[in-house]
C-alpha cells in the first residue's frame, strides 16, 4: 500500500519557523523526486520546492527562497521541508509528491502519489 504522510504542521506567528516532515511506505523512494505543494484556501495548488533523488539538485518558488529548505534521507524515505521566517502568506495546507523521473520538477504532473496534507497557519 502506498502511503505518503506528512507531518509538522501548525498555527504559528509569523516569523516563526516549522519543519514539516514526509513519511513514505510502499512504494520506491530513493529513485525519484520529491516535492512539496501547498494549497491556501479559495486558491489553485502551488509549487513549493522539489529535490532530485539524490538531493543534489533543488528547486523552489520565489516567493520561499532562502526561507525554505528541502531535503531528502533515502535511508529513511523521508523528505523534509524547513520553513523559517514564516509569513501569513505562506497559510496553506502543505503536500508531498513523489516524482516519475529521477529530476525535480514544478509542475504537478510530473507527481504521481500525494500525501493526504498538513495545515500550516502563520498568523500576524
Known amino acids: 500500500q502506498v502511503r505518503l504522510v506528512e507531518s509538522g504542521g501548525g498555527m504559528v506567528q509569523a516569523g516563526a519557523s516549522l519543519r514539516l516532515s514526509c513519511a513514505a511506505s510502499?512504494?520506491?523512494?530513493?529513485?525519484?523526486?520529491m516535492g512539496w505543494f501547498r494549497r491556501a484556501p479559495g486558491k489553485e495548488r502551488e509549487f513549493v520546492a522539489a529535490?532530485?533523488?539524490?538531493?543534489?539538485?533543488?528547486y523552489y518558488v520565489d516567493s520561499v527562497k532562502g526561507r525554505f529548505a528541502i531535503s531528502r534521507d533515502n535511508a529513511k524515505n523521508t523528505v523534509a521541508l524547513q520553513m523559517n521566517s514564516l509569513k501569513p502568506e505562506d497559510t496553506a495546507v502543505y503536500y508531498c509528491?513523489?516524482?516519475?523521473?529521477?529530476?525535480?520538477?514544478?509542475?504537478?504532473?510530473?507527481?504521481?502519489?500525494w500525501g493526504q496534507g498538513t495545515q500550516v497557519t502563520v498568523s500576524s
Open positions: 510502499g512504494l520506491t523512494f530513493s529513485n525519484y523526486a
Open positions: 509528491g513523489r516524482g516519475t523521473t529521477a529530476q525535480a520538477k514544478a509542475s504537478g504532473e510530473n507527481y504521481i502519489y
Open positions: 529535490i532530485s533523488w539524490n538531493g543534489g539538485i533543488t
